[in-house]
């Protein structure tokens, strides 16, 4: 298993949602709301199963900025996909 966290400034954030069809709000202040929902529960979510804090970079394998690119952010998982794979054999 590889833990990858995913994480992005907040402009970036905004911006992706505005075109990202799973956001129901449309204007900035609903954006703003929903991003600030959705952070909160799965916050919530992560720390209560697994007893550790939600974006703590210690609890994961790879933390990454989105907004490198999603071509940027599949290779480098990829990479330490084959990387942790090679240390295991």
Known sequence: MLRVFLYAPVEFRREYAKTNPIVKATTEKGI??????????????YNY???????????????LNAELGKQACI???LTAVAAKEKGMG
Request: overall charge negative; cysteine-free.
């Open 32 to 45: 703003r709301e929903e991003i600030d929902k959705t952070d909160r529960k799965r916050s919530a979510y």
């Open 75 to 77: 290779d480098m998982i």
């Open 49 to 63: 199963y697994t007893q550790n804090r939600w974006g703590d970079a210690h609890n994961y394998d790879l933390a």
